[in-house]
């Protein structure tokens, strides 16, 4: 599963790449990837130790490539990385990019200079957050996620919208998400029983992204790969992944956590779709199938209003002619009309919605894959 990115041809899907995501992302094939997640270095500036109030050291994140020289340094840095991840999105493609307070601002200012069109700020607050050990600030409890599509210009980018809302109680996802930080079995340790990477994420945090904005198949670029979450997440999820660590022992923990996991089958993995990502009818293919027949009249449901098919796929009433949603607005004097819901014909024992027959043909086209 490991690579080092050594030629211009390499295996790179599924592969966890060991180098500076910088340089490796450089080989990568340009517009390659549906979606990035980036969990970078806090740049935390820690001056020294932290200790509990019974003087115990907290296990802070002072690792060496959380350190950089100056906000100046940090700076080019994520400049660097984000034009590398901009090349190696799709156009339709979106990223992620979590932190603190200490970088996050920092990173969105760079990505809206970089041309990155952000679409949502979510906050994930902690269940089981730290405490503030020495009093003097309010408790941090939560991170910073900055969603954004490439450029302003991406509109058809991956929104798993119906989904969400459904697992959701039918209410809209909202942009605030609870889940606790990593413990328990869940948090990769050594054999002293200390953490192998100090930000290991959730699970459920990573599943979220996944199911929100990507779509089974689909390839997830992480270019700070740590402890594997998101390769782990992508396997379970059956979408592919793109790992880059320069860290050795980070590479053969994720690795191995990756191996260990069973895929998820294709009934597990159907996703719910809203109308928007249905095949698209249009009335005349009603006509065309046989279903709807020229001449033959449809009516509202109370059979108030009738109007008559054409062979163009229009329909006439009182004289004026027009799309199924137009002479809908007229017949009820509304400014808007769905002609699919509005307008029925007549089945062998009621009225029917014309909407059931678009819906015969979109699942003909489903079963066919058209």
């Known amino acids: 599963m490991q690579n080092t990115c ?51 050291l907290v296990d802070a994140v ?16 994520t400049r660097s990385w984000l034009l590398a991840c901009h090349r190696v999105l799709k156009r339709q493609g979106t990223i992620w990019v979590i932190g603190s307070y200490h970088n996050i601002f920092r990173i969105g200012t760079i990505m809206q200079d970089l041309g990155f069109w952000l679409l949502n700020d979510i906050v994930w607050r902690k269940v ?8 003097r600030r309010f408790q941090n409890a939560h991170e910073t996620l900055i969603w954004a599509s490439r450029d302003r210009k991406s509109k058809n980018y991956t929104f798993n919208y119906a989904a969400l809302k459904a697992a959701n109680e039918d209410v809209q996802m909202r942009s605030d998400w609870l889940f606790p930080i990593c413990t328990g079995a869940e948090r990769l340790k050594d ?42 997440v992508a396997r379970r999820l059956g979408r592919i992944f793109v790992g880059v660590e320069k860290e050795e022992a980070y590479i053969q923990a994720a690795s191995q ?13 159907e996703g719910l779709k809203g109308k928007r990502a249905e095949p698209r ?21 109370n059979k108030k209003h009738a109007a008559l098919v054409r062979a163009d796929g229009t329909l006439v009433y009182k004289n004026e002619a027009g799309s ?36 015969n043909i979109r699942n003909t086209l489903i079963f066919l894959n058209v």
Not at 29 to 46: G, K, M
Not at 281 to 297: N, R, T
Not at 324 to 348: D, F, L, V
Request: net charge negative; aromatic share 10%.
């Open 324 to 359: 199924i949603h137009m002479i809908g607005r007229k017949a009820q004097k509304k400014g808007s009309c769905n002609g699919w819901t509005y307008w029925h014909y007549e089945g062998p024992e009621a009225l029917r919605p014309i909407d059931d027959l678009r819906n």
């Open 62 to 77: 002072d690792d060496h490539w959380d350190h950089f020289e100056s906000f100046q340094s940090y700076d080019a840095f």
């Open 128 to 135: 089981n957050p730290m405490p503030n050990f020495r009093g």
């Open 191 to 232: 054999g002293n029983g200390q953490k192998i990477h100090p930000t290991q994420k959730p699970e459920g945090l990573l599943t979220r992204i996944v199911l929100a904005s990507t779509n089974p198949g689909d390839i997830i670029l992480d270019p700070f790969f740590g402890s594997g979450t998101t390769g782990v």
């Open 257 to 269: 956590r990756i191996a260990a996991i069973e895929p998820f089958g294709q009934v597990e993995l």
């Open 6 to 56: 050594a030629a211009s041809q390499f295996e790179w899907q599924n592969h966890v790449l060991k180098g500076n995501c910088i340089t490796i992302l450089e080989k990568l094939p340009a517009h390659s990837v549906d979606i990035i997640f980036a969990d970078p270095p806090y740049n935390l500036q820690l001056a020294g130790t932290l200790r509990r109030p019974d003087h115990s």
């Open 281 to 301: 009818v249009a009335f005349v293919s009603l006509i065309e199938a046989g279903l709807i027949k020229p001449g033959m009249l449809l009516y509202d449901k």
